[in-house]
């Protein structure tokens, strides 16, 4: 599984979780604000959207949430702030549920999905 991300300057991460059916490129100006202000700013086109591998299969909060907590290891994020919208603050409230908060400062959920979409086995 391909996750394709944009990931700009330096200082502390911003992840930005986008909704659905969006991609990255919707949070290009909260990218471009953060980025003036000194903060490394991420976003990713979640698995089946914009450049990321097009499957039709995964599409659930532990996929996507999976699918986060490996892009934060492979970037190394520490100290990150997620914010995400729709879809992408259940995925981010699933990320904490599953996978804790050791690489987060902050969460910001925007119009999430409500929590019985956030549920997680694990």
Not at 62 to 71: G, I, K, N, S
Not at 100 to 119: H, N, T, W
């Amino acid at each position: 599984m391909d996750i394709y991300y944009k990931d700009w300057g330096k200082g502390q991460p911003i992840v930005f979780s986008h909704g659905w059916p969006l991609s990255a490129d919707d949070w290009d100006t909260q990218m471009l604000f953060f980025l003036k202000h000194g903060y490394r700013v991420i976003a990713h086109d979640r698995r089946g959207h914009g450049r990321s591998t097009q499957t039709s299969s995964g599409h659930d909060m532990d996929h996507y949430a999976d699918d986060l907590a490996a892009l934060t290891a492979h970037l190394d994020l520490k100290d990150a702030v997620h914010v995400g919208h729709s879809t992408g603050g259940g995925e981010v409230a699933h990320y904490l549920g599953r996978h804790g908060e050791s690489r987060v400062a902050q969460a910001a959920l925007i119009s999430a999905v409500p929590p019985l979409m956030v549920k997680t086995e694990k």
